[in-house]
């Protein structure tokens, strides 16, 4: 069985501040990695994905994810936020035979002035 | 264009009406899915189409009956609905199909129910 752990439930950081949202992942196999945000009554929109290749993933927005195999991690980072980025996002990982995803619980990311 | 789109945004329904959801897109995807997402919690899966045939039923209580029409269009049917059913319904598509090969879910904005 495969599950997703986002560390934090909220981050609350100023305006300009780096941020870096933190997920963890547990699975017996190979496995694809998502960063989706969702804004206030909205979609979930996709950030980035890795599925494979180089472990730096850059999405949109600004963001940028690291896949880590050993420590079975996939941080979300962004080295100066925005006002705009106040949302909720969620990690989630996919099986190879795809198209089940598994989230985390999400991150409310709040950006204050 | 990565757009699904989704009708209503919101719907209000009593407990006895009929009503349904409605789902498309036009990026010639063949996987599309359901989702039903409660406040401050991720979303959870419900139905899958794949190439417009029902994949996966996550054990959804047959007041929710979806449909799929064609390979763009995806429907889900509410009848005789409870009020915990309120929640915000997801629409995603994906590319579908080869075994051993993830698919990336795009979503729709949603549609608001509340059941009264």
């Known amino acids: 069985a495969q599950s997703v752990t986002q560390l934090d439930s909220q981050v609350p950081v100023f305006e300009e501040a780096p941020v870096e949202l933190r997920c963890n992942y547990s699975?017996?196999?190979?496995?694809?990695l998502f960063w989706y945000v969702q804004y206030p009554n909205q979609g979930l929109q996709l950030l980035l994905k890795y599925l494979s290749g180089s472990t730096l993933v850059k999405g949109i927005n600004g963001f940028e994810a690291e896949f880590n195999k050993s420590q079975t991690s996939f941080h979300l980072r962004k080295p100066s936020v925005h006002i705009s980025d106040t949302a909720e996002y969620f990690c989630?990982?996919?099986?190879?035979?795809?198209?089940?995803?598994?989230f985390g619980e999400g991150t409310q990311l709040t950006v204050n002035p | 264009d990565t757009e699904v789109t989704q009708t209503p945004k919101h719907l209000v329904m009593g407990m006895t009406n009929k009503k349904s959801l409605k789902c498309e897109q036009h990026?010639?995807?063949?996987?599309m899915y359901w989702y039903k997402q409660k406040a401050k919690k991720p979303p959870e899966l419900m139905f899958v189409y794949s190439y417009e045939k029902l994949s996966i039923n996550e054990s959804v209580p047959s007041r929710f009956s979806p449909e799929c029409p064609n390979s763009s269009l995806l429907n889900l049917h509410l009848h005789a609905l409870q009020p915990e059913d309120s929640a915000l319904y997801l629409c995603?598509?994906?590319?579908?199909?080869?075994?051993?090969?993830?698919?990336?879910?795009?979503f729709g904005p949603g549609t608001r129910l509340t059941v009264l």
């Open positions: 995603a598509s994906s590319q579908g199909g080869l075994a051993g090969r993830t698919d990336t879910q795009y």
């Open positions: 989630a990982l996919d099986r190879p035979s795809g198209s089940r995803l598994t």
């Open positions: 990026m010639g995807h063949r996987a």
């Open positions: 699975s017996s196999v190979s496995v694809y």
